[in-house]
Every structure is written in structure tokens, then in C-alpha cells.
């Protein structure tokens, strides 16, 4: 069984432009979670997405946002990029109503 | 924010030690997942105990959880240089279901 996969695996951005980062969850797992982790402030969750809405976000502004399709794939989106965006981001697939949450193996943003 | 601490921040044990890792955290939970983490690359599930169990083992892992103390353990028995990584107690709260991570152990074992 294929697990979570992201794409891509590095993306270098500068200050001020926009990134898109993609997510395809484990073959029938409905709820997509994206989490951040930065140097010095550790592994914080980002928003999730359960049957193509937004359940839940965390402390994180607008500027991050995502949405999740049909097929139940991911997209996160990071718009008016800043420095202190770099960090790699975690996408983590369940099954309905499960606990345990299956991460694919990131995307590193660097944003110059 | 960090809900759990960990403790300790590093640990380095010889290969065939055992390594306990702890956990703290702050509000109620429905579980609480432990993961491994090798060298910033993506998590790796390793143990699920909900509120209602006290201790779960799988191989060579071993949970307990303590709800009136908000508090976890893991215990890494037989410790192999395979193990090195860092270690993250992460907390499902009541009505959440984002994870809460602590801030991790990193595990070096000694050949």
C-alpha cells in the first residue's frame, strides 16, 4: 500500500511570492492534516481537511490556506511568503474517525 | 503551541541499553500517539494508547499513560544504533483532532 506522498521534496522561494505544496493521502483516508515544523518552535499544526472542507486550523494567518479535492488530495497554499515561513511542512493522512495519522516524508520551503 | 514537554531534550545510550523517554501535557485527551522522526524527514507512527489504558507494548515498545498525572512514558527496550532519532509525544485533545506535539528526545545509541 502506497503511504502519504508530497510533493515537491525542496522549493526555494523568495520574500513575498506565493508556494503551493501538494499532498496525496493513503488510498482511503479521508482527512488530509498539514503541519509545520521550523527550527525552534517544533512540529505545529497547520489546518485540516476532512471530506473536501476545512475542519479545524491552527494558529497560523490567513495568508495559509489550502483545500482539499474530490479525489481527497491536498493542497496547501502560502501566499506573501516571509522568511520565517521556511520550515519543512508535514502532510499526515487518517481514516474517518481513527486516531493515528500516517505522514508523508515533507516538503522543505525555503523561502530567500 | 507546544503542549507537550519532553524529557529529556537528548539522551545517549550504548547499543542493548534501554532508553525511557517522558511526557508531559496539559489538557484532556482522547490518545496519545508516540512518533519517530530520522534526521527532519517525515513521522513515523510507532504507538496509539487512548485515555482508558494505563500501558500498551508493541515489540520492543512499551506506553504507559497516566491521565491523573497528564503525563506518558516510552520505553525502548534492547536499544539498537537502528533507534537514533528524535521522539515525539503527540496528544489528540477532546473535540480537536489535530495533533499537539511535544518538543521531542533525541535518541542517539551507541554501536
Known amino acids: 500500500e502506497a503511504g502519504v506522498t508530497q510533493s515537491p521534496t525542496h522549493l526555494i522561494k523568495t520574500r513575498g511570492q506565493q508556494a503551493t505544496l501538494r499532498c496525496s493521502p493513503i488510498?482511503?483516508?479521508?482527512?488530509v492534516y498539514w503541519y509545520q515544523q521550523a527550527l525552534g518552535l517544533g512540529l505545529q499544526f497547520l489546518l485540516w481537511?476532512?471530506?473536501?472542507?476545512?475542519?479545524n486550523r491552527g494558529n497560523f494567518p490567513p495568508r495559509f490556506s489550502g483545500r482539499q479535492f474530490p479525489n481527497y488530495s491536498s493542497e496547501l497554499n502560502v501566499n506573501a511568503l516571509e522568511l520565517e515561513d521556511s520550515a519543512l511542512y508535514l502532510c499526515?493522512?487518517?481514516?474517518?474517525?481513527?486516531?493515528?495519522?500516517?505522514f508523508g516524508p515533507g516538503t522543505r520551503l525555503t523561502v530567500t | 503551541s507546544q503542549q507537550g514537554e519532553e524529557d529529556p531534550q537528548a539522551l545517549s545510550i550504548q547499543e542493548g541499553e534501554n532508553a525511557t523517554m517522558n511526557c508531559s501535557y496539559k489538557?484532556?485527551?482522547?490518545?496519545l500517539q508516540w512518533y519517530r522522526q530520522n534526521s527532519g524527514r517525515g513521522l513515523v507512527h510507532l504507538i496509539l494508547?487512548?485515555?482508558?489504558?494505563r500501558e500498551k507494548h508493541s515489540g520492543r515498545l512499551r506506553v504507559t499513560l497516566d491521565t491523573s498525572k497528564k503525563s506518558s512514558s516510552l520505553l525502548i527496550t534492547a536499544s539498537r544504533a537502528a533507534d537514533t532519532a528524535s521522539y515525539f509525544c503527540a496528544t489528540d485533545a477532546v473535540g480537536r483532532r489535530a495533533l499537539t506535539f511535544g518538543s521531542g528526545t533525541r535518541l542517539q545509541v551507541q554501536p
Open positions: 488510498s482511503g483516508h479521508t482527512s
Open positions: 499526515a493522512s487518517s481514516p474517518e474517525h481513527v486516531g493515528e495519522q500516517y
Open positions: 494508547i487512548r485515555s482508558n489504558e
Open positions: 481537511y476532512d471530506e473536501g472542507e476545512e475542519r
Open positions: 489538557t484532556s485527551i482522547n490518545n
